[in-house]
């Protein structure tokens, strides 16, 4: 780790990976990392560790699980947070808040009553807007398919949610991830969250 490194991370900086981690490029537990402070030109500052948009989906799982947290509670907290940054990045494309609410209710009354769906029950997660999402509109960024509402999911959708996880949203990326940036016709550019004036680049924004 070189010493600018090593000064960000004392900052409170999330590193390049660990935003990655977090933010929701392509199927993700985690949308992103606490942010309390914005400065053009700075990175996105992290919360504390406890925080629950900074923990991994494992964790968040575990969590849930144990009842120490409910589905409901982790999902306000992810859709709070994209609420707070999402207009300063255009990462999250389309929110699907009420249905991930209603499911994260349906999840706590599960678990209640003693069933798991799967080891990622309640964990909410983002889909890349290149994977059909079942009556969720679906671009794969190009102005062909705006609009587009598949009637199935496609097989990374299908097992997450065979497995518990529950669709917070849609993620931008390039125009038919074939570009290295994230700016097209349909959603627009997203920016870099160390650099707002800079694009994070492709195939996932």
């Not at 990976?17 to 990392?33: N, P, S």
């Not at 919360?47 to 144990?66: N, W």
């Not at 003693?114 to 960024?141: E, F, R, W």
């Not at 990374?156 to 390039?174: D, E, H, W």
Request: hydrophobic share 40%; net charge positive.
């Amino acid at each position: 780790m070189s010493n600018s490194d090593e000064k960000r991370k004392a900052a409170g900086f999330l590193s390049r990976r660990q935003f990655v981690c977090v933010a929701g490029a392509g199927v993700t537990a985690t949308a992103f990392a606490s942010a309390k402070t914005w400065t053009a030109g700075t990175a996105l500052r992290m919360g504390g560790s406890e925080d629950l948009v900074f923990q991994s989906a494992t964790r968040l799982a575990e969590l849930i699980r144990t009842k120490e947290v409910s589905s409901e509670e982790v999902v306000k907290a992810f859709l709070g947070q994209i609420q707070k940054v999402n207009p300063k990045l255009n990462a999250v494309v389309e929110i699907t808040a009420q249905s991930a609410l209603r499911e994260a209710r349906e999840a706590d009354s599960l678990l209640a009553r003693g069933q798991l769906k799967g080891p990622l029950h309640g964990v909410p997660m983002t889909i890349k807007d290149s994977i059909n999402t079942a009556g969720v509109v679906t671009t794969h960024a190009t102005l062909g398919c705006k609009g587009q509402v598949p009637k199935s999911d496609g097989t990374v959708v299908s097992r997450m949610k065979q497995a518990g996880a529950i669709l917070l949203g849609k993620t931008n990326l390039p125009e038919l991830a074939l570009a290295a940036e994230t700016d097209h016709l349909v959603y627009g550019r997203t920016n870099d969250p160390y650099r707002l004036h800079r694009n994070p680049g492709g195939s996932s924004g």
